[in-house]
């Protein structure tokens, strides 16, 4: 007899030690595979794949808040390490160039948002704040107060961090595997600065709780990152950020993001599915097609103008970045901060205006 699609899963009868035991191990054998393959950014694909099993299998368990605000002010801090004068100067060289492609890309995802609004692929405004690129935490937020559905909402916005961060892993395997340069072994357990380490701890930490009671948007990581861009590039900071750390960073944030994808949201979205795989699509085709034209016209390796122009994901660009040695960091974060911040700016005032016109 099939299963009734409200009955829990098998993974939701286990207990929480075994769930979470589960998870580790899966994690841990999908990371060291990907990083055999030599994809970019394994350490956080293969948790996130993981977790995309256990959540669609009804696994209860979910990421602590505490520790998953410290993995983003981490991250934070490893962007904040790469943000050097470097970006400002990229940022002032090109800034027509830099605004203009946030710009597009930001009217391509508004334009699919509203086509499939208009043409009742999801019910309500829910496409429109689906499609965002970027900012799924106060997306997802304000939606709901325009009658959208959080759950197909936050389905749509998971969806697409996954396939960029899938796509921009793929393509920066195939870059990389271009290039004569040798892979460097990851050195788990190197030597530490006692003194810069607990600086980045530090930073970490008060930047963690500035961004919670500042209660800006995503604030736990864009706090740190500002506050330590600013140290660093003065030097009154040295950032300093061991392997081991990283890893258990990059695996809270992919836990975070695949336990999110629950039967329940699967399962709501799937006659959607087809249209929402064809707009990321065409999203993340538009984007590579901006990078195409930052190649052309900048000079830039397509690597780079890949990564920054990539739709949403953040974090995850960030880490894929700062996994290639080929990418020039401060250009792709110089990018993203620009698109991520506009978003945060105008993106919920935008996404009303249409909602408003469509309702």
């Given at each position: 007899m099939r299963a009734r699609s409200d009955e829990p899963g098998w993974l939701a009868r286990l207990p929480a030690v075994a769930q979470w035991s589960g998870l580790l191990l899966c994690s841990a054998a999908l990371a060291a595979v990907l990083e055999f393959a030599g994809l970019p950014?394994?350490?956080?694909?293969?948790?996130?794949?993981?977790?995309?099993?256990?959540?669609?299998?009804?696994?209860?368990?979910?990421?602590?808040?505490?520790?998953?605000?410290?993995?983003?002010?981490?991250?934070?801090?490893?962007?904040?390490?790469?943000?050097?004068?470097?970006?400002?100067?990229?940022?002032?060289?090109?800034?027509?160039?830099?605004?203009?492609?946030?710009?597009?890309?930001?009217?391509?995802?508004?334009?699919?948002?509203?086509?499939?609004?208009?043409?009742?692929?999801l019910p309500g405004t829910t496409a429109i704040w689906g499609t965002s690129p970027g900012a799924a935490t106060a997306m997802m937020v304000v939606s709901e107060s325009f009658g959208a559905d959080v759950r197909l909402v936050a389905f749509m916005q998971y969806l697409r961090v996954v396939c960029v961060a899938i796509a921009a892993s793929i393509f920066g395997r195939f870059w990389i595997e271009g290039s004569a340069a040798p892979a460097h072994p990851i050195v788990w357990f190197p030597a530490i600065d006692a003194l810069a380490f607990g600086e980045t701890l530090a930073l970490a930490g008060v930047g963690a709780v500035l961004g919670r009671i500042s209660r800006l948007p995503a604030g736990n990581f864009m706090v740190p990152m500002v506050i330590g861009a600013v140290l660093h590039a003065t030097g009154l900071v040295r950032i300093e950020?061991?392997?081991?750390?990283?890893?258990?960073?990059?695996?809270?944030?992919?836990w975070n993001i695949g336990l999110g994808f629950t039967r329940a949201i699967l399962g709501h979205a799937w006659r959607a599915l087809p249209q929402i795989m064809l707009s990321i699509t065409v999203l993340i085709g538009f984007c590579a097609a901006l990078a195409f034209l930052l190649t052309r016209m900048l000079g830039i390796d397509p690597l780079t103008a890949y990564l920054a122009t990539s739709p949403g994901g953040m974090d995850s660009v960030a880490i894929i970045a700062a996994s290639s040695r080929q990418v020039d960091l401060p250009f792709v974060m110089a990018l993203q901060t620009l698109r991520f911040m506009i978003v945060i700016l105008i993106g919920p005032a935008l996404a009303r205006f249409i909602a408003r016109r469509t309702m």
């Amino acid at each position: 007899m099939r299963a009734r699609s409200d009955e829990p899963g098998w993974l939701a009868r286990l207990p929480a030690v075994a769930q979470w035991s589960g998870l580790l191990l899966c994690s841990a054998a999908l990371a060291a595979v990907l990083e055999f393959a030599g994809l970019p950014a394994a350490l956080l694909m293969g948790p996130m794949i993981a977790g995309v099993v256990f959540g669609a299998n009804s696994a209860t368990i979910r990421v602590p808040r505490l520790p998953y605000f410290g993995a983003q002010a981490i991250v934070g801090c490893l962007m904040a390490r790469a943000m050097t004068a470097d970006i400002l100067v990229s940022f002032l060289k090109d800034w027509p160039l830099f605004l203009a492609v946030v710009l597009a890309v930001i009217l391509a995802s508004t334009t699919l948002g509203w086509l499939m609004t208009r043409w009742q692929v999801l019910p309500g405004t829910t496409a429109i704040w689906g499609t965002s690129p970027g900012a799924a935490t106060a997306m997802m937020v304000v939606s709901e107060s325009f009658g959208a559905d959080v759950r197909l909402v936050a389905f749509m916005q998971y969806l697409r961090v996954v396939c960029v961060a899938i796509a921009a892993s793929i393509f920066g395997r195939f870059w990389i595997e271009g290039s004569a340069a040798p892979a460097h072994p990851i050195v788990w357990f190197p030597a530490i600065d006692a003194l810069a380490f607990g600086e980045t701890l530090a930073l970490a930490g008060v930047g963690a709780v500035l961004g919670r009671i500042s209660r800006l948007p995503a604030g736990n990581f864009m706090v740190p990152m500002v506050i330590g861009a600013v140290l660093h590039a003065t030097g009154l900071v040295r950032i300093e950020l061991p392997e081991w750390l990283l890893a258990i960073t990059y695996a809270l944030l992919g836990w975070n993001i695949g336990l999110g994808f629950t039967r329940a949201i699967l399962g709501h979205a799937w006659r959607a599915l087809p249209q929402i795989m064809l707009s990321i699509t065409v999203l993340i085709g538009f984007c590579a097609a901006l990078a195409f034209l930052l190649t052309r016209m900048l000079g830039i390796d397509p690597l780079t103008a890949y990564l920054a122009t990539s739709p949403g994901g953040m974090d995850s660009v960030a880490i894929i970045a700062a996994s290639s040695r080929q990418v020039d960091l401060p250009f792709v974060m110089a990018l993203q901060t620009l698109r991520f911040m506009i978003v945060i700016l105008i993106g919920p005032a935008l996404a009303r205006f249409i909602a408003r016109r469509t309702m």
